[in-house]
C-alpha cells in the first residue's frame, strides 16, 4: 500500500494541532478528544483498514477469475472479427460463418452466470465488463490469424482443382501466392498467370476487399510479361486452358475459407518460393522458377536449338519466325516475355538476315513446310465471300489436306485456327469452328445444298408426283445417303441455305409446299 504523501501527513497533524489549540482551554471536549483518540479512533481506523484489505482481495479474485474465464472463452469458442465489414464469424471447424454479436453476447453472459456461486469465482458482478472485455478482443482476432482445420483445406482445394489447376500442388502453391500478397511477403516479386485466370482473380480480389478493405492485395499477380526483371519473376501454371475460366461460386459463399487457407500456406512454407524448395513435383518447380533461371537470350538460344536448322539457301520470312516463335513458347507453356523489338534483335544477332526482302536467309523449321502450305493454299483458294455464312474448320482441314496431298501428321484443327488468326486477323472465328464469310474454290458448299434439293425435287415429281408436302428434314436425310464424308454439309448449314433458297415454299414446320 502506498504511504501518504508530505503534504497530506502535513494537513492531519495541523488538523490535529487546531483541534487540540481550540478546545485546550475547555476541559471536557479536550477528555472527549482523548477518549476518542485512545478508543474509539484506532478500532475504526483499523476496521477501514481491513474493509479496504477484504475489497482490494475480492478484487484481486474477481480479476484473475475473470482472466481465466476469458482465456478459457477464446480457446474454447472460434469467434473471429472482420472490421472493414463490421462482421463476426463464428468458426465450426469446416466454414466461417457470418454470426450476430447479439448471440455472442448471450453466449458470454449465459456462461458467466453459470459460474459457481463461491466468493472467489462468482463472476455475476463483472458480467457486463467481462462481455465487453471479451467483445473488445474477438475484434482483434482476424480469420486470417486462424489455422484451418483439415477439412477446411480439402474443401478450398476442391474450388480450384481439378476444375481449374491441374493438380494439388498447383493448386497449393497458387493459394500460397495469394497468402503472400495478402500479408505482404516478398513484395518485388511479380507472378505471370495465364490471362484464363483473370476473372479468378479479379474475384478474389473482390472478396479481400469486401471482408478486410484492400483494394490492390493481388497487384503482384499480372496477366503478361512487360519485360520485368526475370530474377524477380515466377510463372503461375494453371494447365492447359484456352477459355476464360469463372471464379467457382465457392469462391464467393466461402472467400474467408479461401483466405484463411492461402494465409496459412503462406505462414507454413514462409512463401511461395518457400513452398517450391520442398515441392518434388518437378514439373511444377522448374516451370514457376522459368524466367528466374533464365536470361532473354538463353531463352532466344533454346528456341533457335530447337526450332531453328540450318539450311543453305532456305529463308523464314519474318512474320514466319514471329509464329514459330509463338509455338515455341506454347510447347514450354510460358507468354510472350520478350518484346518484339527486342526479339528481332536478338534473331538478327544471332541469324543472317536480308533487310531489304525482311526474311533470314539459311534457316529452316520444321514447321514451315506445313505453314508455307496452308498459306499457300489459303491464298490460291479461299475468298471472301460476305453471302457465304460459314465454313467449318474441319472442313478447311480436310480441302487443304485433299489440295495438298499430303495427310501433315500431327496437324489439328486448332493449329489451323491458330494460322488463321495469325496471318488473317481480320477474318471472323466463332467458337474454334465456324469461320464465316469465306468460301473455298475446291468446294461451292451453297451449290451443293441447292443441287440436292433441285434433285430431290425432280426425283419426287417423277416418282411420286407432287401433290405431297415434303420435310426439310426428309431432303437432308437423302443429301447425306447421295454424298460421302468428310465433304458432307452440316445439317444446320443444310437447313440455312435451304430456308434462303425455298424462301416462302418452306413453313415454319420445316415442311416444303408441294407447290414448290
Given at each position: 500500500?502506498?504511504?501518504?504523501?508530505?503534504?497530506?501527513?502535513?494537513q492531519?497533524h495541523t488538523?490535529?494541532d487546531n483541534?487540540?489549540k481550540?478546545?485546550?482551554?475547555n476541559?471536557?471536549v479536550?477528555?472527549?478528544?482523548?477518549?476518542?483518540m485512545?478508543?474509539?479512533?484506532?478500532?475504526?481506523?483499523?476496521?477501514?483498514?481491513q474493509s479496504?484489505l477484504q475489497?482490494?482481495?475480492r478484487?484481486?479474485?474477481l480479476?484473475?477469475?475473470?482472466d481465466?474465464f476469458i482465456?478459457?472463452?477464446?480457446?474454447?469458442?472460434?469467434f473471429?472479427?472482420?472490421?472493414?465489414?463490421?462482421l463476426?464469424?463464428?468458426?465450426?471447424?469446416?466454414h466461417?460463418?457470418?454470426?450476430s454479436?447479439d448471440d455472442i453476447?448471450?453466449?458470454i453472459?449465459?456462461?458467466?452466470?453459470?459460474?459457481?456461486?463461491t466468493?472467489e469465482?462468482?463472476?455475476r458482478?463483472w458480467?457486463?465488463k467481462?462481455?465487453k472485455?471479451?467483445?473488445?478482443l474477438i475484434?482483434e482476432?482476424?480469420?486470417l490469424?486462424?489455422?484451418p482445420?483439415?477439412a477446411t483445406i480439402?474443401f478450398?482445394?476442391?474450388m480450384?482443382?481439378?476444375n481449374?489447376?491441374?493438380s494439388?500442388?498447383?493448386?497449393?502453391?497458387?493459394l500460397t501466392v495469394?497468402?503472400?500478397?495478402?500479408?505482404?511477403v516478398?513484395?518485388?516479386?511479380?507472378y505471370?498467370?495465364?490471362?484464363?485466370?483473370k476473372k479468378?482473380?479479379?474475384?478474389?480480389?473482390?472478396?479481400?476487399?469486401?471482408?478486410?478493405?484492400?483494394?490492390?492485395s493481388l497487384?503482384?499477380?499480372?496477366?503478361k510479361?512487360y519485360?520485368?526483371?526475370y530474377?524477380n519473376?515466377?510463372?503461375?501454371?494453371i494447365g492447359?486452358?484456352?477459355?476464360?475460366?469463372?471464379?467457382p461460386?465457392?469462391v464467393?459463399?466461402h472467400?474467408v475459407?479461401f483466405?484463411?487457407v492461402?494465409?496459412?500456406?503462406?505462414?507454413r512454407y514462409t512463401?511461395?518460393?518457400g513452398f517450391?524448395?520442398q515441392c518434388?513435383e518437378?514439373?511444377?518447380v522448374?516451370?514457376?522458377?522459368y524466367?528466374?533461371?533464365?536470361?532473354?537470350?538463353?531463352?532466344?538460344d533454346?528456341f533457335?536449338?530447337?526450332?531453328?536448322?540450318?539450311?543453305?539457301?532456305?529463308k523464314?520470312e519474318?512474320?514466319?519466325?514471329?509464329f514459330?516463335?509463338?509455338?515455341?513458347?506454347?510447347?514450354?507453356?510460358i507468354?510472350n516475355v520478350i518484346?518484339?523489338d527486342?526479339?528481332?534483335?536478338?534473331?538478327?544477332e544471332?541469324?543472317?538476315y536480308?533487310?531489304t526482302n525482311?526474311?533470314?536467309?539459311?534457316?529452316?523449321?520444321?514447321?514451315?513446310?506445313?505453314?508455307s502450305?496452308?498459306?499457300s493454299?489459303?491464298?490460291?483458294?479461299?475468298v471472301?465471300?460476305?453471302?457465304e455464312?460459314?465454313?467449318e474448320i474441319?472442313?478447311?482441314?480436310?480441302?487443304?489436306?485433299?489440295w495438298?496431298g499430303?495427310?501433315?501428321?500431327?496437324?489439328?484443327?486448332e493449329?489451323?485456327?491458330?494460322?488463321?488468326?495469325?496471318?488473317?486477323?481480320d477474318?471472323a472465328?466463332?467458337?474454334?469452328?465456324?469461320?464465316?464469310?469465306v468460301?473455298?474454290?475446291?468446294?461451292?458448299?451453297?451449290?451443293s445444298?441447292?443441287?440436292?434439293?433441285?434433285?430431290?425435287?425432280?426425283?419426287?415429281?417423277s416418282g411420286?408426283g407432287d401433290?405431297?408436302?415434303k420435310?426439310l428434314?426428309?431432303v437432308?436425310?437423302?443429301?447425306?445417303?447421295?454424298?460421302?464424308p468428310p465433304?458432307v454439309v452440316?445439317?444446320?448449314?443444310?437447313?440455312?441455305?435451304?430456308?434462303?433458297?425455298l424462301?416462302?415454299f418452306l413453313d415454319e414446320?420445316?415442311?416444303?409446299?408441294p407447290?414448290w
Amino acid at each position: 500500500m502506498a504511504n501518504i504523501d508530505s503534504n497530506t501527513y502535513q494537513q492531519l497533524h495541523t488538523g490535529l494541532d487546531n483541534m487540540i489549540k481550540k478546545y485546550s482551554d475547555n476541559e471536557y471536549v479536550s477528555s472527549r478528544l482523548q477518549n476518542y483518540m485512545d478508543n474509539m479512533l484506532p478500532s475504526y481506523l483499523e476496521a477501514a483498514f481491513q474493509s479496504q484489505l477484504q475489497r482490494e482481495k475480492r478484487k484481486i479474485d474477481l480479476s484473475n477469475a475473470s482472466d481465466i474465464f476469458i482465456k478459457k472463452f477464446l480457446l474454447k469458442t472460434r469467434f473471429y472479427y472482420t472490421p472493414h465489414n463490421e462482421l463476426f464469424l463464428n468458426y465450426d471447424g469446416q466454414h466461417f460463418t457470418g454470426y450476430s454479436e447479439d448471440d455472442i453476447q448471450h453466449t458470454i453472459l449465459s456462461q458467466v452466470s453459470a459460474t459457481p456461486d463461491t466468493a472467489e469465482e462468482n463472476l455475476r458482478p463483472w458480467k457486463h465488463k467481462i462481455n465487453k472485455q471479451i467483445i473488445r478482443l474477438i475484434k482483434e482476432r482476424s480469420p486470417l490469424e486462424a489455422i484451418p482445420d483439415s477439412a477446411t483445406i480439402q474443401f478450398v482445394l476442391k474450388m480450384l482443382h481439378p476444375n481449374i489447376i491441374s493438380s494439388r500442388n498447383h493448386a497449393k502453391y497458387f493459394l500460397t501466392v495469394i497468402g503472400d500478397c495478402l500479408r505482404n511477403v516478398n513484395k518485388d516479386l511479380i507472378y505471370v498467370a495465364s490471362p484464363v485466370m483473370k476473372k479468378v482473380v479479379r474475384e478474389i480480389n473482390v472478396q479481400i476487399h469486401t471482408y478486410f478493405g484492400h483494394s490492390n492485395s493481388l497487384n503482384a499477380i499480372k496477366f503478361k510479361h512487360y519485360e520485368h526483371d526475370y530474377t524477380n519473376s515466377r510463372l503461375l501454371f494453371i494447365g492447359e486452358r484456352s477459355k476464360s475460366l469463372d471464379a467457382p461460386f465457392e469462391v464467393s459463399k466461402h472467400a474467408v475459407d479461401f483466405l484463411c487457407v492461402a494465409t496459412h500456406y503462406s505462414k507454413r512454407y514462409t512463401s511461395a518460393d518457400g513452398f517450391l524448395k520442398q515441392c518434388t513435383e518437378m514439373n511444377l518447380v522448374n516451370h514457376s522458377l522459368y524466367l528466374h533461371n533464365n536470361t532473354p537470350e538463353s531463352i532466344v538460344d533454346t528456341f533457335l536449338k530447337t526450332h531453328i536448322q540450318h539450311c543453305s539457301h532456305a529463308k523464314i520470312e519474318k512474320k514466319n519466325m514471329v509464329f514459330i516463335w509463338k509455338k515455341f513458347l506454347e510447347s514450354i507453356n510460358i507468354p510472350n516475355v520478350i518484346f518484339y523489338d527486342s526479339l528481332m534483335n536478338k534473331f538478327k544477332e544471332k541469324l543472317s538476315y536480308d533487310e531489304t526482302n525482311e526474311f533470314f536467309v539459311n534457316v529452316t523449321s520444321s514447321l514451315l513446310p506445313v505453314v508455307s502450305s496452308f498459306l499457300s493454299f489459303w491464298d490460291e483458294n479461299m475468298v471472301e465471300d460476305h453471302d457465304e455464312p460459314e465454313i467449318e474448320i474441319d472442313e478447311i482441314s480436310t480441302l487443304f489436306k485433299k489440295w495438298t496431298g499430303k495427310s501433315f501428321g500431327g496437324v489439328e484443327d486448332e493449329f489451323l485456327i491458330e494460322l488463321i488468326r495469325h496471318f488473317y486477323p481480320d477474318i471472323a472465328i466463332e467458337e474454334d469452328k465456324y469461320v464465316f464469310n469465306v468460301m473455298c474454290k475446291l468446294w461451292d458448299k451453297r451449290q451443293s445444298v441447292i443441287d440436292s434439293l433441285e434433285l430431290y425435287k425432280n426425283e419426287s415429281v417423277s416418282g411420286e408426283g407432287d401433290n405431297e408436302a415434303k420435310s426439310l428434314y426428309q431432303v437432308y436425310d437423302s443429301y447425306t445417303s447421295l454424298n460421302m464424308p468428310p465433304l458432307v454439309v452440316s445439317k444446320r448449314y443444310f437447313e440455312k441455305i435451304a430456308k434462303e433458297y425455298l424462301g416462302e415454299f418452306l413453313d415454319e414446320d420445316g415442311l416444303i409446299s408441294p407447290n414448290w
